[in-house]
């Protein structure tokens, strides 16, 4: 049992740090939803947006662009315990420089599995100690993908229910050209 000033009191009373990390181009209410979720769960959200190119193509806004909207989303939801960094090391590596125990991601469907299966598998052999937990999307969001919101809102595509206000306006800027 912990006693005042044990170890394990130490422990427990450690803040509990989770990074969620993306490429977030751009945020949508599907990720929100996640961010918000594990700010519950855990003491500190640190949002991790990737500043390298991870898919095929180029990133549609840079990442300092892409960081904006995530904070000014978690500022008019009043969440106050998500910070967000972007950064372009590995992801376990950025997890342990901000003190994270966990890496939340989120799950939408059976295809997401695949591809996360196998990151959970590398993540795990390069740091065992970063353990990675897993929000299954609500409902509302199983089907929100940032590439799908991207393609509709360069077709003149009303994204107003999939991403926050601002988010929707910087897409249809980039639409308008
Ligand atoms: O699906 P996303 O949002 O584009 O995922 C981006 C990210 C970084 C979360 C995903 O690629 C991942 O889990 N990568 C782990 C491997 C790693 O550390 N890559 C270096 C990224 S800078």
Redesign the pocket.
């Known amino acids: 049992m912990a006693t005042p000033g044990s170890a394990s009191t130490a422990a427990a009373m450690a803040e509990r740090i989770a990074v969620c ?4 181009d751009p945020v949508t209410n599907g990720h929100l939803d996640v961010i918000r979720r594990a700010a519950k769960v855990f003491d500190k959200v640190i949002v991790g947006v ?1 500043d ?1 190119q ?2 095929k193509s180029a990133p549609l806004f840079d990442a300092s662009e892409r960081k904006a909207f995530i904070e000014q989303a978690i500022a008019e939801n009043g969440i106050s315990n998500v910070e967000v960094r972007t ?6 590596d950025f997890a342990r420089e901000n003190g994270a125990t966990a890496i939340v ?1 989120g799950l939408r469907a059976i295809s997401d599995f695949e591809y996360e299966f196998e ?1 959970n598998q ?2 795990r052999t390069l740091a065992p100690d970063v353990e990675s937990v897993y929000m299954l999307a609500s409902g509302d969001y199983s089907f929100i993908r940032s590439t799908g919101v991207k393609e509709m809102a360069t077709f003149g595509g009303d994204v107003s229910e999939l991403v926050p206000a601002h988010v929707a306006e910087a897409l249809a800027e980039r639409a308008r050209g």
């Open positions: 990390p993306g490429s977030y990737v390298v991870v898919r950064f372009s090391n590995l992801l376990v991601k990151m590398l993540n």
